[in-house]
C-alpha cells in the first residue's frame, strides 16, 4: 500500500523556528499549503515556488520544494518564465498583497488574462507587514496605517474580483482562521490548470493590528474570522454592509483555455519542441 | 480516553510556541488554559474531540495532536 505523504515531506523542520511575529498567520498558510500538496501526493520535486518580497514571501525558506526567491512585485513574472520553460512543474506563486497589488499589480493583471497555468496564493493582510506597516491597496477603507495615519482615504482592491474581472480561471478566498477550507482551496486551485488564485485573509498584529484593532494576537484573529462571509449570509446584506465583510468561497471555477494550450494551437511547432504536456 | 473514546496525546513545543493564544481561545471545548505566561497548558485532555484545529492552526508548528491507540 503506497504511503501516505505528509506535510513535512514538503515544510523544512530544520529551519524552526519561524522568522514571523507572534500571531502572524503566515505559518498557518504555509501548513495548509504544504497539507494541500501532502494531500495531491505532488513529489516535492515537481514544485517550484516563486515569491517575492514581504513577510509572506520569506514562505519558501521553510519549504522543501524548488524555489526562486525574487524581486518585489515580480513573483509572477519568475513563475510565468518557469512554467514556460518546463510545463511538466506544478508552479506556485506566493505574494503578499503588497507584492501581489501594489508593486506586481500589473503582472497579477497579465497573468489573469492570459490564464497562464500558475497557482497563485495572496497572503491579504492588509498592510506592508515587512517594511512597518504602510498601506496597501487592500487595506480597508479609513483604516489606519503608518502612511495613512488619520484613516486611509482610497477604498480597497477587492483581490477576488479583480482576478475574476481579468480572467482568472479559479478563484478562492478564505482566511487562516478556516484552515480546512483554506487548505481545499488551495489543493483545488494546484490541480486545475489555469490560472488561479487564493486569496488567504491573514493576521498582521503587528502592524495592522496594532494600529486598527483593539486588544491582542486573540483579538486580531478572531478580526479576521468574522469579516471573512460566506455566499449564503452575505447575500442578505444591504449594500453599505457589504463593505465591511469579504466574500468567502469558491468565486470562480470555469474552463477557459490555459494559456500554453492556446499557444500549442496558434504555433504547432511549440509542441513539439519535445516539451511535457504539463498537467 | 475522551469524547471520541480515543487516546489522544498532545505535544507543545515549549520553544517553539510564541504564546500567541490562538489554540487557547479557538479550542471549542476549552482543552488549554494559558500559564502566567501566557504558554498553553492542557487542562482538560478528556475534553479533546481530536478535531486537530489548534494543530493546524498553530502559526509555529508547535502542537502535535496524536491518536496513541487508534484500532
Ligand atoms: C523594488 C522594491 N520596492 C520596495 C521594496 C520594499 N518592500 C519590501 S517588502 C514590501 C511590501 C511588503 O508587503 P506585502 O507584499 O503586503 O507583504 P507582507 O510583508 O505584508 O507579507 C516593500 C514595499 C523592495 N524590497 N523592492
Ligand atoms: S510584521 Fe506582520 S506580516 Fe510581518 S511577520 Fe509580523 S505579523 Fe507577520
Ligand atoms: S497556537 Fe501555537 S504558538 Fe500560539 S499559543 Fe498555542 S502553541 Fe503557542
Ligand atoms: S484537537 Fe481540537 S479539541 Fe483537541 S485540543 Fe485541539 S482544538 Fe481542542
Known amino acids: 500500500m503506497a504511503v501516505k505523504l505528509n506535510y513535512r515531506e514538503y515544510f523544512k523542520e530544520e529551519a524552526l523556528p519561524l522568522m514571523w511575529c507572534a500571531g502572524c498567520g503566515n505559518g498557518i498558510l504555509l501548513r495548509a499549503i504544504t497539507d494541500a500538496l501532502a494531500d495531491l501526493e505532488i513529489p516535492p520535486h515537481q514544485v517550484v515556488v516563486s515569491t517575492g518580497i514581504g513577510c509572506w514571501g520569506k514562505a519558501d525558506d521553510y519549504m522543501t520544494t524548488h524555489a526562486f526567491h525574487g524581486s518585489h512585485g515580480r513573483a509572477l513574472a519568475f513563475a510565468t518564465g518557469i512554467k514556460l520553460g518546463n510545463p511538466d512543474l506544478h508552479v506556485i506563486a ?38 512597518g506597516g504602510q498601506y496597501s491597496p487592500t487595506t480597508p477603507l479609513s483604516y ?3 502612511t495613512s495615519p488619520v484613516g486611509v482615504a482610497e477604498p480597497a482592491f477587492d483581490v477576488c474580483g479583480l482576478a475574476e474581472e481579468c480572467g482568472a ?3 478562492a478566498r478564505s482566511t487562516v482562521y478556516h484552515v480546512t477550507q483554506l487548505k481545499r482551496f488551495i489543493a483545488a486551485a494546484i490541480q486545475k490548470k489555469g490560472f488561479n488564485v487564493v486569496e488567504a485573509i491573514n493576521t498582521c498584529p503587528t502592524h495592522f493590528g496594532r494600529r486598527n484593532i483593539p486588544g491582542d494576537t486573540v483579538e486580531m484573529m478572531k478580526y479576521i474570522k468574522d469579516i471573512g462571509m460566506p455566499r449564503s449570509r452575505f447575500e442578505k446584506l444591504d449594500e453599505e454592509e457589504k463593505n465591511k465583510y ?10 477557459r483555455p490555459d494559456f500554453l494550450s492556446v499557444y500549442r494551437e496558434i504555433n504547432p511547432a511549440a509542441s513539439e519542441s519535445g516539451r511535457g504536456e504539463g498537467k | 480516553m475522551n ?30 488554559e494559558a500559564d502566567q505566561d501566557g504558554l498553553p497548558l492542557i487542562k482538560n485532555l478528556e475534553e479533546c474531540t481530536n478535531c486537530r484545529l489548534c494543530e493546524l492552526r498553530c502559526p509555529d508548528f508547535a502542537i502535535r495532536v496524536e491518536v496513541v491507540n487508534n484500532e
Open chain 1, 169 to 171: 480561471n479559479y478563484v
Open chain 1, 94 to 131: 506566493l505574494m503578499g498583497d503588497g507584492d501581489a497589488l501594489a508593486i506586481g499589480g500589473n503582472h497579477f493583471i497579465h497573468a489573469a488574462r492570459r490564464n497562464i497555468d500558475i497557482t497563485a496564493i495572496i497572503s491579504n493582510n492588509f498592510t506592508y507587514g515587512m517594511t
Open chain 2, 3 to 32: 469524547k471520541t473514546d480515543k487516546e489522544v496525546k498532545i505535544h507543545i513545543d515549549e520553544a517553539l510556541c510564541k504564546r500567541c493564544g490562538f489554540c487557547i481561545e479557538f479550542c471549542n471545548t476549552k482543552v488549554y
Open chain 1, 246 to 255: 469579504l466574500l468567502t468561497g469558491e468565486l470562480v471555477n470555469r474552463e
Open chain 1, 144 to 146: 489606519k496605517t503608518t
